[in-house]
């Protein structure tokens, strides 16, 4: 029933896939850690470099008017011989909130250990030189698929219609979009945030999976040395295994074989 059902990947649905640290404070020598980043190692082979500075559009008797802001951030991208793009690395000041996002997000995943090993070290590395408080993570998961068969999305082959996440109105939907977020416990006394958006379209052709899993640690950890970074390992492991949670409660098991997906 899903022969038409085309992971955007080829072997796995995920098209990006982003990790997210929030710092309970704004840098103030934004363009100082610009510099210094530019000469790390890992660095070096992110050929796109650049600051952030927002612009503001400003609606008046005159027409359009654009107001650029100071300089907010900056980011780092990484290309494929081909040119495409594969990681893009970014810390920004949200000064409304007087805090700060660091992330790095790859739009080549591959498999959660080479996630591990290669683009999580890159936000150790960073946190290390930066010396900053952390009071939360986050991962984001966006899997994609493509329907190629003759007839409309098989929505009740796609998606479990036992699963708690579902509602009959939804999966009878001719396009269909879902949004849910919640807020929970885990063990340890740890608190936890999670946003899903499910759509399929029709007229499109298109399936998005959208998951979001945010832990917040009990107190905020101060980054000194790398050993303290990697401890933040811990958490984006305990995310991990909530999306896979998430998605074997989520999809037949049709559509896990298509996927690869192992429990």
Not at 77 to 87: R, T
Not at 146 to 162: M, R, S
């Amino acid at each position: 029933m899903l022969e038409g059902l085309k992971p955007i990947s080829g072997k796995h649905s995920i098209k990006n896939a982003e990790a997210q640290v929030y710092i309970p404070q704004s840098f103030v020598s934004i363009e100082e850690d610009f510099k210094k980043f530019q000469n790390i190692d890992i660095f070096k082979s992110f050929q796109k470099k650049g600051l952030i500075k927002p612009t503001k559009i400003n609606i008046n008797n005159n027409g359009l008017g654009f107001e650029q802001s100071q300089v907010s951030g900056y980011i780092f991208e990484k290309f494929e011989s081909q040119g495409s793009l594969k990681d893009v690395f970014r810390v920004e000041n949200v000064n409304v909130h007087n805090r700060s996002v660091l992330s790095l997000s790859t739009r080549k995943y591959n498999r959660w250990d080479n996630f591990k090993s290669e683009q999580l070290n890159i936000i150790y590395q960073a946190l290390n030189e930066l010396k900053p408080y952390v009071n939360a993570i986050s991962f984001t998961y966006l899997d994609e698929f493509d329907w190629e068969g003759v007839d409309k999305i098989p929505v009740y082959d796609l998606f479990n219609p036992t699963s708690e996440l579902l509602n009959k109105k939804f999966l009878d939907s001719t396009n269909g979009t879902l949004v849910l977020i919640s807020q929970g416990a885990l063990e340890n006394d740890l608190k936890s945030e999670e946003k899903i958006e499910l759509s399929f379209n029709n007229d499109f052709r298109k399936i998005q999976i959208s998951h979001q899993f945010l832990v917040k640690l009990k107190h905020p950890l101060r980054i000194l040395e790398l050993k303290e970074a990697n401890e933040l390992s811990k958490y984006f492991e305990i995310i991990h295994k909530e999306h896979k949670k998430f998605l074997a409660q989520l999809l037949t098991n049709e559509a896990k074989e298509i996927i690869n997906f192992k429990d």
